[in-house]
């Protein structure tokens, strides 16, 4: 699978968050990132060229700092010029069909006020219906939102699990199941680095490796004996 | 001590030793999802106990 992130943030070295997403993101061919301030500073934007470049994905992310309940400008721009009648949508517009589309957002409030009775009053997923309604319209499959809030105050143990659920918002297929979690895991193990792990610790991962594998069929196998019994 | 907790022990220990921020990141992830197929493994032991037990299974 192949995802673009396209990235929409004025200041984008001067943001915590954004740069730790950016360290984040897995080295990998299958992931290109996409900074609309940095490749427009002009706001000039090659619509061929943005087409072109969406059609080799099958992911597509948003990412931005969530700014007075929706994106920074340039974004707003590169929809209204990008996804156009005949491309994006309409008589023979079926270029992202199919495709899987998503947001990851940076907030500045903490998670408890998206609701009613806090601060912000409506929920996340009802502040970004517009972009739930663009993968409708397009054909696209909306993904969960990956929402980080408040980055500033999270701590390092907070950040490391932030990190790994990126990664996996950008490279693990959509469904969020124990099992599939545990494939994408494994497949993380089996390809870290061993010169920054102690000596002999790549012989703990490939154990660690084989006890996830281990503890699913044990999971498949007792589910496979409930079914059984209550059916 | 049953695997999965030498495993986690481990996994700690790798993380200490890791010279690498990712890495970390992906050992500590590695141990989260250790002990949650062990509290998976445990609740459906827990579920066929229950169920052999069953008073719905007792005429049988």
Do not use: C
Request: glycine share 6%.
């Amino acid at each position: 699978m192949k995802t673009l992130v396209v990235i929409s943030h004025p200041e984008i070295s001067e943001s915590g968050s954004q740069q730790f997403l950016l360290s984040s993101i897995p080295e990998s061919e299958s992931v290109k990132v996409h900074h609309l301030e940095g490749v427009y500073p002009d706001s000039q934007i090659d619509v061929a060229a943005e087409q072109e470049l969406l059609k080799q994905f099958d992911r597509i992310l948003f990412q931005f700092p969530f700014y007075w309940y929706s994106s920074p400008p340039l974004l707003k721009q590169w929809q209204d010029e990008v996804l156009t009648y005949g491309f994006a949508y309409g008589k023979n517009g079926h270029a992202l069909s199919g495709k899987e589309f998503g947001l990851v957002l940076s907030v500045g409030i903490k998670e408890s006020e998206y609701q009613a009775g806090g601060k912000e009053v409506f929920s996340i997923n009802e502040l970004t219906k517009p972009f739930q309604a663009v993968a409708v319209k397009t054909g696209m499959t909306y993904l969960k939102p990956f929402v980080i809030y408040q980055f500033p105050y999270m701590t390092e143990e907070q950040k490391m699990t932030l990190l790994i659920d990126y990664q996996q918002a950008v490279t693990r297929e959509a469904d969020d199941s124990l099992a599939t979690r545990e494939k994408w895991i494994i497949q993380e193990l089996e390809k870290t680095p061993e010169e920054t792990l102690a000596p002999g610790d790549e012989l703990l991962m490939q154990h660690a490796v084989d006890l996830i594998e281990e503890n699913r069929d044990t999971i498949d196998g007792l589910k496979m004996v409930l079914d059984e019994m209550n059916s | 001590m049953d695997q999965n907790e030498w495993m986690i022990q481990e996994l700690e220990r790798a993380f200490e030793m890791s010279r690498d921020y990712k890495q970390k990141a992906l050992l500590a992830a590695a141990k989260r999802l250790i002990q949650e197929q062990t509290v998976r493994i445990q609740q459906m032991e827990g579920e066929l106990d229950g169920t052999l037990w069953s008073p719905r299974n007792w005429s049988e």
